[in-house]
């Protein structure tokens, strides 16, 4: 009988395999202090300083028995590599999608896999800082701890878009309706009392007829574009240049838009168009700034 390597057949087949094993002397100690007192803990090599979490009763490295090493981690580290898992099987302690990630303790010199939770998947990135949230019931498992969230070293400020999130054509607004107190504000601000902003029969003699905000008024409605929306909190304005095109009146209501236009490697940092228009669309000025997106504080 011939077997023609045309009729290789091949069969999909799944097994299932539910096992058992012990956690070890070591594992079972790990274990019981995250049951207990809800603490990480791993074995540290006094020979070379390497801190194992999970722990390891003999150094990776030289070998040292470190058994009764134990020492105490914070709940905080470092995401080191993440994946976000997709495909649904019946041993997965989640419902796919979720972020299974390796992250290693502050203090510590190995990762261990764990899930993230409480971060868009578009966001997560390797360098993350995660802290542990430890679970409310005991299982007596590596899901004593529920699950990493990203640390939030200001709670409600959220750092605006980095260099790598920002895209040419990305663009955002503000819109303002500049009204007299503004101008007298402004007048207060910048020291500029010029009656063509403030007096209304001196300006009646001048060819506009009438008092206009001072340029740098509809012009500063940029700031909250750059600082606060576009790249957003944490960026830094490196250059700002304006022409003007048009006066602003008082009553008139002004778009200040930036949109991204370049993007510069090398320095990692951003080139905006700037547009400034008034409520009949007509360009009251435009300029463009060079701007230094923020920069993720937990990067090391
Ligand atoms: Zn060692």
Redesign the pocket.
Known sequence: MTTETKDCFTIDGKLALPYQYFAGSTGSRFIISLREEKKITGLK?N??N?VFVPPRST?E??F?D?SDNWVELPNTGTVTGFTIVRYEEPHQPLKPPYITALVKLDGADTPFAHIVKGIPFSKMKTGLRVEAVFAKKTTATIMDIDHFRPVTQRPGFELGYTYDQLEEGMSASFTKTISETDVYLFAGISGDFNPMHLNEEFAKATPLGTRIAHGALPQSLIAPVLGMKLPGLGTIALEVTTRFKAPTYFGDTITATGEIVEKLPERRWVRMALTFTNQHNKLVAEGSALVMPPVPMDKE
């Open positions: 090599c020979k070379c390497k150094c490295v030289c040292e470190i």
